[in-house]
């Protein structure tokens, strides 16, 4: 059994817990055979609720909806009020590109085929991600394709081929090779990663986004952060970012220094401002 704050998670019962009811490995789509579940997290009120769809990093191989490298975002989450779901997607090598990119889609649509069981609003949904699922929101966003109305990404990439710079000259990390499925950063190789590329699908439906990134981040450079910023300013399109000066790679890592911690209460105050209340 996991305790936090407002809420409790155990096994796969719904069960509530102060003022929030989780519901836990509720399956939200089954591809190709495979089931990918997401934990729900519901406010006590009649609704419906500003709500917010959590996607974990991992480098497309690693990690969970439930796991502590996003767990600091679920307090601020939960004390801002939002109706908010934490999903697990298909992970590389086993399902590489577009798998991830489908679920995290897919997702959206669960919740809102089913916006009345949560008490969602279906016109009030943003994405949320961090790292390479920092990335996922920024892709599936910048398509829009599920309608969604906000995208809250912590250092993920928005120019794929400007990011893919930084692996020049060094062996190519597993999860690149994994997800991407190539083994170089030759021709072929470049076409495959620009075709993940948020930057090329930004359009007049992308909805406005917020960007939250540390200045010291060694995973991601921080100038991806600044230009998200101007790619969105050149489309005439709502991008504010957040800097955490000083911060390194993780929301994980922000929570040794409570002088980082700020960003919570802007982020929630930013979607409220972006959502409603």
């Known amino acids: 059994m996991r ?20 519901s836990t490995d509720v399956e939200y789509a089954r591809p190709m055979g495979t089931s990918v579940k997401l934990d729900a997290h519901i406010p006590p009120g009649k609704g419906p ?9 991992g480098g497309w191989t690693a990690g969970d909806k439930a796991g502590k490298i996003i767990e600091p975002l679920f307090e601020p989450l939960t004390r801002g009020g939002f109706a908010w779901f934490s999903i697990n997607y298909r992970l590389a090598p086993e399902h590489p590109y577009p798998a991830a990119v489908e679920d995290v889609e897919a997702a959206i649509r669960f919740v809102k085929q089913h916006a009345r069981e949560y008490k969602v609003d279906p ?32 250092y993920g990439p928005i120019d794929m081929l400007e990011w893919a710079k930084g692996l020049e000259g060094k062996p190519l990390p597993k999860g690149v ?29 992308t909805p406005p986004f917020l960007v939250i990134h540390g200045t010291k981040d060694q995973a991601v450079h ?23 000066k000083d ?30 209340r």
């Not at 609720?49 to 990093?57: D, E, M, R, S, Y």
């Not at 997800?179 to 699908?201: C, H, M, N, V, W």
């Not at 390194?248 to 922000?254: A, E, L």
Request: proline share 3%; charged share 15%.
């Open 49 to 57: 609720f500003p709500t917010v769809i959590l996607v974990h990093g």
């Open 247 to 276: 911060g390194v790679h993780g929301v994980m890592n922000w929570e040794k220094d409570p002088a980082l911690w700020g960003y919570k209460t802007e982020m929630v105050a930013w979607l409220h401002k972006t959502l409603g």
């Open 177 to 205: 090779q994994d997800f991407f499925q190539i083994d170089k950063l030759d021709a072929a190789g470049l076409a495959k990663i620009r075709e993940t590329s948020p930057a090329i699908y930004l359009n007049a439906k």
């Open 222 to 244: 921080y100038s991806q952060a600044t230009l998200t910023v101007e790619l969105f300013k050149k489309l005439g399109q709502r991008c504010d970012l957040i800097t955490i």
């Open 123 to 154: 016109a009030r949904i943003a994405l949320m991600g961090e790292s390479a699922g920092g990335h996922l929101v920024n892709l599936v966003g910048a398509r829009n394709r599920a309608g969604i109305a906000a995208v809250v990404c912590f």
């Open 3 to 22: 305790l936090f704050p407002f809420l409790i998670l155990f096994g796969s019962v719904a069960i509530a817990a102060g003022t929030y009811t989780v």
